[in-house]
């Protein structure tokens, strides 16, 4: 196909911030249509990228649209049916992270693509910033990695649960970033210890385990929500290797016992300083569009999802006590 035709649904500010401008800079992408609730929003966005064909309702957009794909950018709690409906239409499907609220979700968006012959992905980002991708690729060019850590701290100090009203949990609909990018360097968990707090709030707001892949390599996942400032850093470690990542501004690669670490600046190594560029966004949306073109399975699919979904419960579910 020489362009892919996308419908939209969803035109708040990560949508507008992100995927928009990624998807509007490629030559083979063009927008079939546009669905919003919100007629403010969808106007603005529809007039901004020239999108002809507005909706409020995405079922009337999906039957009446030609479209390859869609984009479905909308609160984990709302995903599901949209999601689905899609798929039964036979459209492949990106959805931002979180895959829903439960593993159960995920799993039945999985079988519903598999059922349909649809692609799909999730936009966990963090496997596609370019400064991560390139750290890994120096770190793996000396063997395994042995042992990884993914951090993420951030300052909410909410008595109550920040995100949609309690509608989802703090490690499901956030900090599943660290949860997911830590499969991405470490591979599948066979054994893992974890401690959850609740740091002055009525909500689990602290998540720290210890993870032992099956490759032999061990993780560790650092995070809670009552942090000086938000931090989200990773580590990965090969023999006489080891790199340390803020994703939104260097790594550093320290060798052979070498004081002087090599510098990759975030910015240089994505060729720009945007941050949907720098932060992997539009990366994730190149390989989505690329998946559909060859016909092949975006690595972040709904069946790779669920099993972030299912580590996410089993951090859960590993409590010291």
Known sequence: MEKVKVGMIGAGS?????HYPSLAEFDDVEFAAICDLDENKLNNS???????????DYKKM???????????????????????HCLNN?????IEKP??????????????????GCLSMVGFNRRFIPVMVEARRIVEERGPILQCSATF?????????????????????DA??????????GGEVNALASDIRMLGAEYCNSFNSLMKFHGGATGFLLTNWVAGKRVHTFEMHARGISAFIDGNDSALIYSDNNSDPVVLNADDVAGSSESRKSYGFTAESRHFIDCIKEGRMPDTNFADAFKTMELVGRIYLSQIH
């Open 14 to 18: 990560l949508a507008n911030s992100m």
């Open 90 to 94: 036979k459209k492949h499907v990106f």
């Open 62 to 84: 999906v039957s009446e649209v030609e479209m390859d794909a869609v984009y479905i950018i909308m609160p984990p709690h709302h995903l599901f049916d949209l999601t689905i």
């Open 176 to 185: 599943i970033h660290a949860v997911d990018t830590l499969r991405w360097m």
């Open 99 to 116: 895959p829903g609220v439960t593993a159960v979700q995920t799993q039945s968006m999985a079988l519903t693509a598999e059922r349909n």
């Open 153 to 173: 701290y951030k300052n909410t100090m909410s008595p109550t649960n920040p995100y949609y009203g309690g509608a989802i949990d703090v490690l499901t609909c």
């Open 46 to 56: 529809g007039d901004k990228y020239e999108i002809e064909k507005r909706y409020t």
